[in-house]
């Protein structure tokens, strides 16, 4: 299974953009759905993520009111709204899903999507 993100550029301090993550091949069963994001010479950190059977999101602090999660559990794809942006939102962003019990934690996620960059100029 593989995961498509998509959406990524290049945008100025304030400015906004939308990221989109669908399976490249074969639909698949999971209980969460979200984004990390990976800045040059730093950990992956979680971003953002859905939990279909609460159909809630969860969001990381940095994000929390910039940024807005949504997704279709039956079409296994997860969208990340990015308002506000500022130049430390700049990172790769990966989609990722999975069945683990803690939606912050990247062992929770078992597909990742290849990332698309977002950089965010000040």
């Known amino acids: 299974v593989q995961l498509q993100a998509s959406g990524g550029g290049l945008v100025r301090a304030g400015g906004s953009l939308s990221l989109s993550c669908a399976p490249s091949g074969r639909t698949f069963s999971s209980e969460i759905m979200g984004w990390f994001r990976q800045a040059p010479g730093k950990e992956r950190e979680f971003v953002g993520a859905?939990?279909?059977?609460?159909?809630?999101?969860y969001y990381a602090d940095s994000v929390k009111g910039r940024f807005t999660i949504a997704g279709d559990n039956a079409k296994n794809t997860v969208y990340l709204r990015m308002n506000s942006l500022k130049p430390e939102d700049t990172a790769v962003y990966y989609c990722a899903a999975g069945h683990g019990m803690v939606i912050r934690s990247l062992s929770s996620y078992t597909y990742w999507g290849q990332g698309t960059q977002v950089t965010v100029s000040s």
């Open positions: 859905v939990s279909w059977g609460s159909d809630r999101p």
